[in-house]
């Protein structure tokens, strides 16, 4: 028989300046009830386990649905995604849940943080086709079914940032660039018009903070929620990166 209620055990912070303190709630718990759902009668009633009248706890989440990446948190220690984070699966004889926010990102408040880290690198590599107006609109370019596949698993990417999370490679004392950047990289370098910037792509990795700087933990690749093979990506940059060191100026004018 599923608990009546449950215990939210919260890390909460005021501000990236404010000192850390734990806070613990009590909610309904109703069938087939997520992190977020719980998080939402916090919300509604502000009231921690010991009566007291409080701010509810803050966080993020879009779409509900494990697509939009903005509602990764540390739960009971592990980072996922609060909305599909069952109560039933973390808690199944009521035990507390602990709620924290991820560490590899500088703190906002309480369960949000700033994950300009992750955009940046984005931006590093390129992560986007340029289109400017002059192409055909008619069929776009064609792609076997073999790439197309490969490419779709790539695509399904939603820049949660779990895999920087767990990667000990990606802290405040590493630029090492984690492995989310380098596997869209590798996604738009397999696009037929993304391959005019794959030489661009592949020099942003080549420095310090790049694809070398990975140590292969493969924690990623096992913390992904959406099953993405990163591991295959940093092995194929890292192959591109020394032809590229080795060939590359057979390219230059």
């Not at 599923?2 to 718990?29: A, C, H, M, N």
């Not at 949000?112 to 069929?139: E, N, Y």
């Not at 090492?176 to 037929?192: C, D, E, K, T």
């Amino acid at each position: 028989m599923p608990p009546s209620t449950v215990t939210l055990r919260i890390k909460r912070q005021d501000g990236p300046d404010k000192p850390s303190t734990w806070e613990e709630f009590k909610v309904p718990y109703s069938e087939g009830m997520n992190v977020i759902m719980a998080l939402m009668e916090v919300q509604r009633n502000p009231v921690n386990a010991k009566g007291e009248k409080t701010t509810p706890a803050i966080w993020e989440a879009s779409c509900l649905e494990q697509v939009c990446g903005t509602c990764q948190m540390v739960i009971n220690g592990k980072p996922m995604s609060a909305c599909s984070a069952l109560i039933k699966n973390l808690a199944p004889n009521g035990e507390p849940i602990t709620l924290e926010p991820m560490s590899t990102f500088p703190i906002v408040r309480d369960l949000i943080v700033d994950r300009t880290r992750l955009f940046d690198s984005l931006k590093q590599v390129h992560a986007w086709i340029d289109i400017d107006g002059s192409h055909d609109l008619g069929p776009g370019p064609r792609q076997s079914p073999e790439v197309q596949e490969v490419a779709y698993n790539l695509s399904r990417c939603m820049s949660c940032g779990i895999c920087l999370e767990v990667c000990p490679n990606v802290n405040d004392r590493s630029p090492f660039i984690g492995p989310m950047a380098v596997s869209q990289a590798r996604l738009f370098n397999l696009h037929p018009s993304g391959k005019m910037h794959k030489a661009e792509r592949v020099e942003s990795l080549m420095g310090m903070g790049g694809v070398n700087d990975c140590g292969n933990s493969q924690n990623c690749v096992r913390s992904c929620p959406k099953g993405i093979p990163l591991t295959e990506s940093l092995a194929a940059l890292k192959r591109d990166t020394t032809v590229q060191g080795i060939f590359g100026f057979l390219q230059k004018p």
